[in-house]
């Protein structure tokens, strides 16, 4: 089982509506990560988010919101999503190591299927 | 540039047979870590293997052995006595310490293991 967790596996939502993606660990991991992939692609990272600040931000449209509540928890926030935006959301985290964290893995959740009709 | 090159869209192994899936990369960063994860069907991202930069040794971890060779900038990842759950797309990845430690991955190869 991973050790990263997200909620929902599955979401379908209107252009119109506002809806939530979470992620949540407990491996005492002090930076997450959203990433979104779409079929058949690599992931692409979206924010990046060290000891609950944001600290990376890949030039994503204001329509996703990145939030950091405590360091176990990370949601985006969705809004007037487009039919582009469809795509499968995965949430990382990894340990932040004082001058090696290129040595450190990211470990993923299961992914969140968002569908924008 | 691309950062991560992986040559090989899709490749075929037989059951109980080895196999190499290639990775190149492209770095002027002295301090990286280059990562393999699998990804089924179902969407999951498996962390596999791990090589830093610094590391003399090849890494293995069970059937799998990273192949790293610094001054080709390749980082192949061999897997032994292939499995029918191998069966996967196969991402190569990095971070470099000078790129604010982001994971970048490589384009994938689809990995299928016939009976």
């Known amino acids: 089982d991973t050790e990263v967790t997200q909620t929902p596996k599955h979401l379908v939502m209107g252009m119109t509506n506002k809806k939530s993606l979470k992620c949540e660990q407990h491996?005492?991991?002090?930076?997450m990560y959203w990433y979104k992939q779409k079929a058949k692609k690599p992931p692409e990272l979206m924010f990046v988010?060290?000891?609950?600040?944001?600290?990376i931000n890949e030039s994503v449209p204001s329509r996703f919101s990145p939030e950091c509540p405590n360091s176990s928890l990370l949601n985006l926030h969705l809004h007037a999503l487009q039919p582009e935006d469809s795509a499968l959301y995965l949430c990382?985290?990894?340990?932040?190591?004082?001058?090696?964290?290129?040595?450190?893995?990211?470990?993923f959740g299961n992914g969140t299927r968002l569908t924008v009709t | 540039a691309q950062k991560i090159t992986q040559t090989q869209p899709g490749m075929f192994v037989q059951e109980k047979e080895a196999v190499t899936l290639d990775c190149t990369y492209d770095t002027s960063d002295q301090s990286y870590g280059l990562f393999w994860y699998k990804q089924p069907s179902s969407g999951e991202m498996i962390f596999l293997i791990y090589?830093?930069?610094?590391?003399?040794q090849n890494a293995t971890e069970g059937r799998y052995s990273l192949n790293f060779q610094k001054a080709r900038k390749s980082a192949n990842l061999v897997i032994s006595a292939s499995q029918l759950g191998d069966s996967a797309m196969y991402f190569c990845a990095m971070r470099e310490a000078l790129e604010g430690n982001k994971l970048v991955f490589g384009a994938g190869t689809i990995l299928r293991v016939k009976s």
């Open positions: 090589q830093g930069s610094y590391d003399e």
């Open positions: 990382a985290s990894s340990q932040v190591l004082a001058t090696e964290s290129f040595n450190s893995p990211l470990h």
């Open positions: 491996m005492g991991h002090r930076a």
């Open positions: 988010y060290s000891y609950e600040k944001l600290s």
